[in-house]
């Protein structure tokens, strides 16, 4: 057979392998000396993905990590009592799994499975989870989007209930951008924390507002915490919210942060009418994610 994975290649336009071996095995019952392997699949995916220094793309089947995916209430609560209903297989046989996307349409059932999901038990009964959906409600009417930015709404969840961990506290931050001789940029963040009770008073230079702050968060945290010497920033966007007010528009910032080898990568959001204080909000939510699950 000949094909090419995720669609990589000279060979572009010939079969994807991913798509067409899970429907051989799955679907027709043919088999294969690598049909043992299946439930690799989407890890090899990711690691083709890596090798090309491409983005996965979200919406493959089988392997894409919207392939398993549910939003809405009644979608979600059908596929928590039977998966099979809007499941076309076990997402396990691939090594994918089912995700629910929480929105402004999210019900109990869809909240309750996607704090689930994330590591909490939240009863649909249980006063907590009015006070969610009515958080989740009033932060999407402002702008916030968190169907990329699992690891903000983890966060949220757990500070609903109490269980939220404080690494680090805030003071201020201040970030100073300036165009050097030879037109070089330079942007200069200072950063003013409390960490473990002892004040940490840091400042990093680079060529972006955003790079900057990131510096300064390291040099603060990782005396602290070595662990995020393997965390890493991996992609940056920004949506205007409404054009109308032009430069002063509202902004969205979502953030995709993970490890080093990209075992593990995690979504953050931040809203704000400052494409900085935005990024900063992000940025925050990113570092407590990772320190959250050592």
Not at 9 to 32: C, H, Q, V, Y
Not at 214 to 229: C, F, V
Not at 272 to 283: G, K, Q, T
Request: hydrophobic share 40%; with cysteine; proline share 3%.
């Amino acid at each position: 057979m000949q094909g090419t994975a995720n669609g990589y290649g000279e060979r572009t336009g010939n079969a994807n392998l991913f798509t067409i071996l899970p429907s051989l095995f799955l679907k027709m019952g043919k088999t294969a000396r690598c049909a043992e392997n299946l439930a690799d699949l989407r890890e090899l995916s990711l690691t083709f993905d890596e090798l090309a220094n491409l983005k996965p793309d979200t919406k493959a089947p089988y392997v894409g990590a919207s392939a398993f995916a549910h939003k809405g209430g009644l979608h979600a609560n059908a596929a928590q009592k039977v998966k099979s209903s809007y499941e076309h297989i076990d997402p396990a046989l691939v090594g994918n799994r089912t995700r629910v996307l929480v929105s402004d349409m999210a019900g109990r059932s869809s909240v309750a499975m996607k704090a689930k999901e994330l590591g909490h038990e939240l009863d649909e009964k249980a006063p907590e989870m009015k006070a969610l959906i009515e958080q989740l409600k009033d932060l999407e009417f402002r702008g916030y989007e968190f169907e990329a930015a699992d690891a903000s709404l983890g966060l949220l969840i757990a500070r609903t209930l109490g269980k939220a961990k404080s690494f680090f506290e805030v003071e201020s931050y201040r970030v100073i951008v300036e165009r050097g001789p030879a037109g070089r940029l330079i942007a200069e963040a200072t950063v003013k924390l409390t960490v473990n009770g002892e004040p940490r008073h840091t400042v990093a230079e680079c060529t972006g507002p955003v790079g900057a702050l990131d510096k300064a968060l390291r040099l603060a945290l990782e005396p602290a915490y070595p662990q995020l010497k393997d965390m890493e920033l991996r992609d940056y966007k920004v949506r205007i919210l409404d054009g109308r007010s032009g430069a002063n528009s509202r902004t969205r910032v979502l953030i995709e942060s993970g490890d080093a080898r990209g075992h593990r990568i995690w979504g953050t959001v931040g809203v704000s009418d400052n494409i900085i204080d935005a990024s900063w909000e992000a940025l925050l939510d990113a570092y407590n994610h990772s320190l959250a699950q050592v």
